[in-house]
């Protein structure tokens, strides 16, 4: 699959002038979204999650390193009309909503009676049809998300940047935008999300990245982050609850958790037991576990 | 060219308040002017007719100073140029605005000048050329202090902004040099300052130079611009 996104062993860093203690932003950040994925970017505040989407669409400049948009070079004003962005605390000019969308889709050179028919559809799709004629400015924080969620995909895009996208919506909304991600994958679009709400990269995306101080410290599947490669879940009828460490006995079973490398040894000792293996799965982590194992390895463990 | 337009049409939009305040300004003098008995205090008239060219120039060198600042500290500046335009493009729409803005107020102070000036022995004609003079020298203010504002605070971009302008002034008051007129916001504006019933207009050539430094310092502004980190940290 083609990349969308790249970014190649980038630098940045911030302050440093007399005053201000230079911060590392990023620090050799390469990586690589590729074409049709859901891309879940995570990190605690402070990683560079920000500055390395904010390079991508040319707000700043790299101090080194390589990154392409699109296959074009970061800052190109033409490669971002194919692209949609929705910034962390969405701010947005006061005007009514159907106005304001049509404003930002004329910035990326839409105009006409398909600008107007487009702006109507998207507020349809973030559920704001009924408020289309109200000012932003009266927007609850909620609506304030959607409506820029709607700003963002006005022009159709190729690639969907979002910077913490659900952080102020209630449940129902949501679940409207994963939804409506979800539909946006099924089309073809790639969609690059930032997001503390780890349940809902869980459940939306393709691939996670970890952010952890600049760099980034773990990229997989979701699916195989999630899933243990190096501790299996055992349950078992017939044996004792106390044959095993740790094991819990509940509904007839007994379950436990192992090294997949003793595997064949633990089963055997079930058997030896007079016992009978139900089921032997990789360990489900949550992506929680997970950052915390990245970004905090002691705490990890407790 | 229409997110040029767009950005300029949204920048005064943005600024209607200040608009609308000294465009009442403006009517409120004209119909104090009006009501007057204009051929018996015609210092007067001129007194408040330079008092607006003046309330205009600094209008526009606020525009210029705080246009970029207001949009990144409201943050709004992100979603604006996350769209496909140019940062040459953003600073053209934000100039164009205060072109608008600028040209707003001296449509308004033509009018109400056409009406009273030539009660007192000003012609129209000749105070419309005072006008354009006056929209060039304000235009070339707002310019300069939104160059200066890309890499300074809006106070400090205002400041270095009057110590260009006014740099002239202390040049031809102290030596009495041509140079005077290499900035030629004050030599421009002296027309109105001096406003009366024998004011001559100033000179196509100053008005040509304001203009190229327009134009100069928009490239400019365009090119530092573009070279500049627009989002601040926020982590």
């Known amino acids: 699959m083609a990349a969308v996104l790249e970014f190649e062993g980038i630098r940045k860093q911030y302050g440093g002038w007399f005053t201000r203690r230079p911060v ?19 990190g605690p505040n402070g990683a560079g999650k920000t500055t390395a989407i904010h390079l991508a669409l040319g707000f700043m400049r790299a101090d080194s390193g390589r990154g392409r948009l699109l296959g074009r070079p970061f800052g190109e004003a033409r490669t971002r009309r194919r692209v949609g962005f929705l910034a962390e ?80 919506l209630d449940p129902i909304a949501r679940v409207i935008i994963r939804e409506l991600l979800l539909r946006l994958k099924a089309e073809g679009k790639t969609v690059f999300l930032s997001s503390h709400l780890l349940s809902e990269v869980e459940l939306v995306c393709d691939r996670v990245g970890v952010m952890h101080r600049g760099r980034l410290a773990r990229l997989g599947r979701t699916a195989e982050l999630l899933h243990s490669r190096e501790q299996s879940q055992v349950v078992a009828r017939g044996i004792e609850g106390s044959a095993f460490p740790g094991a819990v006995a509940g509904d007839g079973v007994v379950s436990f958790t192992i090294a997949s490398i003793s595997q064949r040894e633990v089963l055997e000792r079930i058997w030896s037991l007079g016992g009978e293996v139900v089921s032997v799965n990789p360990l489900k982590r949550s992506l929680e576990q997970i950052f915390l194992e990245v970004t905090q390895p002691g705490r990890s463990d407790k | ?39 018996r205090t015609p210092e007067d008239v001129f007194m408040l007719f330079q008092q607006v060219a003046v309330y205009i120039l600094v209008f526009s060198l606020f525009f210029g100073a705080s246009a970029i600042r207001n949009e990144l500290r ?25 072109v608008l803005a600028i040209a707003i107020y001296c449509l308004a ?33 707002a310019c300069l202090a939104l160059f200066f504002s890309i890499f300074l605070h809006p106070l400090l971009a205002t400041g270095a902004t009057l ?66 980190d627009v989002a601040l940290a926020v982590e």
Request: glycine share 10%; charged share 15%.
């Open chain 1, 89 to 168: 605390n969405v701010a947005l000019y006061h005007r009514p909503a159907a106005k304001l969308v049509q404003f930002y889709g004329g910035l990326n050179g839409m105009g006409g009676a398909r600008l107007g028919r487009r702006a109507k559809e998207v507020l349809e799709l973030v559920n704001l049809a009924a408020d289309s004629q109200r000012n932003v400015g009266a927007y609850s924080r909620g609506m304030l998300q959607r409506i820029g969620l709607a700003q963002a995909l006005v022009n159709d895009p190729e690639l969907l940047i979002l910077d913490e996208p659900t952080s102020a």
């Open chain 2, 1 to 39: 060219m229409k997110p040029v337009w767009l950005i300029a049409g949204n920048f005064l939009r943005e600024q209607r308040w200040p608009v609308v305040i000294l465009l009442g300004w403006v009517v409120f003098l004209t119909a104090a002017a009006g009501f007057s008995d204009l051929r």
């Open chain 2, 74 to 98: 409201t943050r709004r500046i992100l979603a604006v140029l996350s769209k496909g335009i140019s940062r040459r493009q953003y600073i053209a729409g934000l100039l164009l605005g205060i």
């Open chain 2, 163 to 228: 110590l260009i302008v006014g740099a002239p002034l202390l040049v031809e008051v102290v030596w009495s040099s041509p140079w005077a007129a290499l900035i030629p916001v004050y030599a421009i504006l002296q027309g109105f300052l001096n406003l009366s019933a024998r004011t001559t207009p100033q000179t196509a050539w100053l008005i040509l130079l304001a203009l190229g430094e327009t134009a100069l310092l928009w490239l400019a502004s365009g090119w530092l611009f573009s070279r500049s």
């Open chain 2, 109 to 141: 102070l033509g009018v109400a000048g056409a009406w009273v000036l030539p009660q007192v022995g000003v012609p129209a004609t000749r105070f419309g050329v005072l006008l354009v003079g006056l929209a060039v020298a304000s235009l070339l203010t």
């Open chain 1, 24 to 42: 590392q932003a990023l620090d050799g950040f390469s990586l690589s979204v590729e074409a049709g994925e859901i891309f879940g970017f995570l």
